[in-house]
């Protein structure tokens, strides 16, 4: 259901990631891994979601880390939406598994 209305597949991953899990913290590497992604397209993405304010990143060494911004104007919403999106794709998939 987000796939309609947030279009890039790789900014979609993210938002889930960060609005379902709004104490992670990683650096871009660490998130290709878990979304499966390559860390190029990862890291454009994080620039983005940076700059709108939705992501926070600190500098660690020579390594960014970027974690969620809690006080973004509309992250509660935003994570209400992936969690009820999530709920219906897994209501979904069971009445399809017992059709």
């Known amino acids: 259901m987000l796939d309609v209305f947030i279009t890039s597949r790789v900014r979609r991953k993210i938002i889930v990631v960060y609005a379902k899990y709004p104490d992670f913290r990683t650096h871009v590497r660490g998130l290709a891994k878990l979304i499966k992604e390559d860390p190029g397209n990862i890291q454009r993405e994080l620039k ?52």
């Open 48 to 99: 983005r979601l940076e700059k709108v304010g939705f992501l926070l990143s600190e500098k660690q060494g020579n390594t960014k880390i970027y974690s969620t911004n809690k006080h973004f104007v509309i992250f509660k919403e935003l994570q209400s939406i992936v969690i009820k999106s999530q709920q219906a794709h897994q209501n979904k998939t069971k009445r399809a598994a017992t059709e």
